[in-house]
């Protein structure tokens, strides 16, 4: 058989403030490439190179996708949807739920993060349950070997342990302002510190407003960089308390350096973390208050993150999908 060709696509705007979507996205054309005899291109509108492609994956299902991939389908390419989505029949109108059922039902696989999630979106969206495929999240190879460096800690005028860290897009769906208002309710000493972009400015504000000096926004951080990975390292423990996760790279990342995570219950969380994590219910400021003591109580039983779930693992089976679909 000759090399497979992949073309990887997502939505225009999606790597002006990329999230964990699209660190997957990446991660996969890496380890791919290193890994298996199988080309992966990023697609190009102003130079696109679509000949010889036997595959079209399409990281969204971000309205208005539809056309390019109905385009790639009619070109011959069969046509893979990672949705990165976590929606139930209680919350499938609180997103464009028309357009979305037409892209998922284009596509000739589905590939998800996790069973949860499968399960879930075969259900709200009418799909059989053998279109999807499920390729785990993973994280690098690196973080299993945790470092010791400052560089974070200098940076930013932090103690070490003095901080919780969240590594997060600053929106409403990563929930820090109710996290915050845990903290203080919890009358912690420590910091927030929160490393990432402002995907919504208004609610930064509140978040910085209601945090004051007990917040610490630094901005983003270069991918697998030194200084990323010493912001986890130092940190007291990692907190996620979003309104829902697939499962979040970070709070992968954070549990393989063998750092305490507090994270959202609501999403495929528990499929990963199990008893690596400290789980919370998002909607509920109990919840997270009591989550926050318990994470820093002297000890937990919290196991780290497998080996299994490194990218250079997980990729095998996204290859093996890829093998399948083309021999159909």
Known sequence: MSKPSIIFGVYPWAMVCPGGGERQLLAYKRHLEANHEISVHLFDQWTPNIE?????????????????????????????????????????????????????????????????????????Y???????????????????????????????????????????????????????????????????????????????QKVFDVGGSKVVHVGALEYGSTVLKSAFTNSRAFVMPSTLETPSIAALEASASRIPVLITKEGSTTEYFDKSAIFVDPNSIESMVHGIKNLLSEEHPLEPLSHRFSWSNVVNDLYEHYLELLDE
């Open 52 to 124: 010889g492609a036997g595959i079209f994956h399409f990281f969204s299902v971000m309205p208005g996708s539809f056309q390019l991939c109905e385009y790639m389908k009619n070109r011959g390419l069969k046509l893979v949807i990672s949705p990165n989505l976590w929606v139930t029949t209680d919350t499938m109108y609180d997103y464009p739920h028309d357009q979305i059922w037409p892209l998922m039902n284009l596509a000739d696989r589905i590939i998800v993060n996790s069973w949860q999630e499968a399960y879930s979106l075969a259900e709200v």
């Open 126 to 204: 009418g799909m059989p349950i053998d279109k999807f495929r499920v390729v785990y999240n993973g994280v690098e190879n690196g973080y299993f070997e945790p470092i010791v460096d400052s560089s974070f800690l200098d940076a930013f005028g932090l103690k070490k342990n003095g901080y919780l860290l969240n590594v997060a897009n600053i929106e409403p769906r990563k929930n820090q302002l109710k996290f915050i208002e845990s903290m203080l309710k919890a009358e912690t000493d420590l910091k927030l510190a929160i490393v990432g972009h402002v995907r919504d400015e208004s609610y930064a």
